[in-house]
Antibody, heavy 121, light 110 residues
């Protein structure tokens, strides 16, 4: 059974960089030819796609966040990561990692449980 | 940029009733790229429907999706207690690649 688990600091100071890692178990990122993504949800609000990465390293970002986002993959650790720079209070959200369904970018079929990141001094 | 508008914002129904949720796109989209999710409090979203009408693995057949062009519908034929949740539609646009979500519809117990 595929499982995804987000990890990283729960508190980030404004203007600093948010860093999260998603560890995948139950499948190999490098051998499965899937896309992997990050989605966030501010408290009490809706879902926002942040960006996605192919196992080979190709990346796709939400244009509204592109200037601040970097997504990378470490196949040796079966992990992929998110960095969001220059955070403000508006970046406070639950951050989810997820796998895209069917080896396409279209939608997501497996999600992590999510991790709350608060941007505050 | 495609904007997805979901209605109503909140749907108050009783168990056993039929729920009809709407998702309207700001321009015509391919039904292949329209999905629906269910989210319960404190949980990650769960994929219900992909390709506008195909149920994801393990999804009960009381959930069905339909629509084309700009108008899409998620129908829950008979609400079970565990179906009270927030539902989101989601679209994938390919040029450039971009995923967008609707604002959500809350289905609450009447």
């Amino acid at each position: 059974q595929l499982q995804l688990q987000e990890s990283g600091p729960g508190l980030v100071k404004p203007s600093e960089t948010l860093s999260l890692t998603c560890t995948v178990s139950g499948d190999s990122i490098s051998s499965s030819s899937y896309y992997w993504g990050w989605i966030r949800q501010p408290p009490g609000k809706g879902l926002e796609w942040i960006g996605s990465i192919y196992y080979s390293g190709s990346t796709y970002y939400n244009p509204s966040l592109k200037s601040r986002v970097t997504i990378s993959v470490d196949t040796s650790k079966n992990q992929f990561s998110l960095k969001l720079s220059s955070v403000t209070a508006a970046d406070t959200a639950v951050y989810y990692c997820a796998r895209h369904r069917g080896q396409q970018l279209v939608t997501f079929d497996y999600w992590g449980q999510g991790t709350l990141v608060t941007a505050s001094s | 940029e495609i904007v997805l508008t979901q209605s109503p914002g909140t749907l108050s129904l009783s168990p056993g009733e039929r729920a009809t949720l709407s998702c309207r796109a700001s321009q015509s989209v391919s039904s292949s790229f329209l999905a629906w999710f269910q989210q319960k409090p404190g949980q990650a979203p769960r994929l219900l429907i992909y390709g506008a009408s195909s149920r994801a693995t393990g999804i009960p057949d009381r959930f069905s999706g339909s629509g084309s062009g700009t108008d899409f519908t998620l129908t829950i034929s008979r609400l079970e207690p565990e179906d009270f949740a927030v539902y989101y539609c989601q679209h994938y646009g390919s040029s450039p690649p971009r995923l967008t979500f609707g604002g959500g519809t809350r289905v609450e117990i009447k």
